[in-house]
């Protein structure tokens, strides 16, 4: 049972950041096909009669939630439906799902996040060491990002350090340095400002707006306008841009096993960014 808390806690690193990305049209396809390996209606009844279903459900759930508690300082909403006792003894259940209404995790910040599983059948095997997936584990997540989020997640120091090693690309060419964006969040729009600091010239303010959009499975600025009195070219702008975009982080799931997660929707609504994906985790049988 112990294993299944690291679980929620690991589902949740990779629904907030984009590790392996694609584009998904038929997530269903995913699914695991029936018959499903689970007891029959006898054991699933004995386990309602008996309350074990109750019972292994509640501690399940419970050992989730403190999980998430100590990994995130965030509270959780955690919901399992089980097949029976046995079955969720074994690792497989009908979903599961986690909900917050604000989350922090490595530094990066989204608010009502909803996480939940699609398919009708998930299992996970644990042991002594690890767990694997013995067929896909599709997990749909819906989330908010408002502008305080945004202003927290590039204080980051994976951050930090993108726009360092940006800097640094430059050094050698001509002492170009960007710094200390700003965000702010209003209509359907983001606006960012940001310094740069140009030998001869000092230190001049960038003003820029721009929106989202999902490119292959990724949040991708889009449509974006600027300040341009310095006369960059708009593929300088772009790159600093891209730069700055708070959501492209990598990570991976293991040394051999890669999850996919894949952006559907993006938005820009009431002053917050809104968005909507997949994260599946190959089985690794």
Same mark, same amino acid.
Request: glycine share 4%; net charge positive; hydrophobic share 40%.
């Given at each position: ?23 998904? $049209? ?21 386990? !309602? ?11 399940? $759930?419970?050992?989730? !939630?403190?999980?998430?508690? !100590? ?18 003894? $074994?690792?497989?259940?009908? %979903? ?7 989350? !922090? ?82 209509? %359907? ?66 040394? %051999? ?12 609504? %009431? ?15």
């Amino acid at each position: 049972m112990k294993k299944i808390c690291n679980l929620g806690a690991i589902l949740l690193a990779f629904v907030l950041f984009q590790n392996v990305t694609y584009a998904i $049209e038929d997530v269903a396809s995913f699914c695991p096909a029936e018959p499903y390996p689970v007891g029959g209606v006898f054991a699933s009844t004995i386990s !309602k009669i008996t309350g074990t279903n109750l019972i292994l459900t509640n501690i399940a $759930e419970k050992r989730i !939630k403190f999980a998430l508690k !100590k990994e995130t300082n965030s509270d959780f909403d955690v919901d399992i439906k089980a097949f029976g006792g046995k079955n969720l003894i $074994e690792g497989k259940f009908k %979903n599961l799902s986690m909900t917050s209404d604000s989350v !922090k995790y490595e530094g990066f910040y989204v608010s009502n996040l909803k996480a939940y599983t699609l398919c009708d059948y998930n299992q996970v095997k644990f042991n002594s060491y690890d767990f694997t997936f013995p067929e896909n584990f599709v997990l749909k997540y819906e989330a908010k990002i408002t502008q305080n989020d945004l202003n927290k997640i590039i204080l980051r120091p994976q951050y930090r350090e993108k726009i360092n090693k940006f800097n640094q690309s430059f050094s050698n060419i001509l002492s170009l340095k960007v710094y200390e964006p700003q965000f702010t969040l209003a209509g %359907n729009r983001i606006y960012m400002d940001f310094k740069v600091l140009l030998p001869f010239i000092g230190t001049k303010t960038i003003n820029s707006d721009f929106g989202l959009k999902v490119v292959d499975g990724k949040i991708a600025v889009a449509d974006f306008n600027i300040s341009n009195s310095l006369s960059f070219s708009s593929d300088n702008i772009l790159s600093i841009l891209n730069i700055f975009n708070p959501f492209n982080i990598d990570l991976s799931l293991d040394k %051999n096993n890669k999850g996919i997660n894949a952006v559907q929707n993006v938005n820009i609504i %009431n002053n917050e960014i809104v968005f909507d994906g997949v994260f599946i985790v190959p089985k690794s049988v």
